[in-house]
């Protein structure tokens, strides 16, 4: 660990980063897998398609958050991110032909994502008296 502060200071990376909750970078990941996973039926998940989710997780970044160090999006944002990963991670599976249930072609892959996720809702029970 060390050597790896070394190299880095000596490198001119002296920004701190805020890598709390770093879970929030797993969990969008997470989630955004196992939606393009049973939304599209994927074969087999590649190398391809973890880079493919972590090049979105980082793209979904601002400029002034970055410029803070903060490395992940806000978990308010989870939701979101989710459906942007799912649909990264949908078209890297697509150009490897790998997609069983492709999303229909006139819908947007990310739409089509946040569409396709479960959203809890629940009846009001009212008591009876």
Same mark, same amino acid.
């Given at each position: 660990?060390?050597?790896?502060? #070394? /190299?880095?200071? @000596?490198? =001119?990376?002296?920004?701190?980063? !805020?890598?709390?909750?770093?879970?929030? +970078?797993?969990?969008?990941?997470?989630?955004?897998?196992?939606?393009?996973?049973?939304?599209?039926?994927?074969?087999?998940?590649?190398?391809?398609?973890?880079?493919?989710?972590?090049?979105?997780?980082?793209?979904?970044?601002? #400029? /002034?958050?970055? @410029?803070? =160090?903060?490395?992940?999006?806000? !978990?308010?944002?989870?939701?979101?991110? +989710?459906?942007?990963?799912?649909?990264?991670?949908?078209?890297?599976?697509?150009?490897?032909?790998?997609?069983?249930?492709?999303?229909?072609?006139?819908?947007?892959?990310?739409?089509?994502?946040?569409?396709?996720?479960?959203?809890?809702?629940?009846?009001?029970?009212?008591?009876?008296?």
């Amino acid at each position: 660990m060390e050597r790896l502060l #070394d /190299k880095g200071q @000596s490198a =001119g990376l002296d920004r701190r980063c !805020l890598g709390m909750n770093a879970h929030r +970078s797993f969990t969008s990941f997470c989630k955004g897998m196992g939606l393009a996973v049973s939304t599209c039926g994927l074969r087999r998940v590649t190398d391809e398609m973890f880079h493919a989710s972590a090049v979105k997780i980082a793209s979904l970044m601002n #400029d /002034k958050d970055v @410029s803070k =160090g903060i490395l992940f999006p806000p !978990l308010a944002q989870l939701r979101d991110v +989710s459906a942007h990963v799912a649909a990264a991670i949908v078209e890297e599976a697509m150009k490897q032909d790998l997609v069983r249930d492709p999303p229909p072609p006139d819908e947007d892959i990310v739409d089509f994502m946040a569409t396709s996720m479960w959203t809890p809702s629940y009846d009001v029970l009212v008591p009876v008296h």
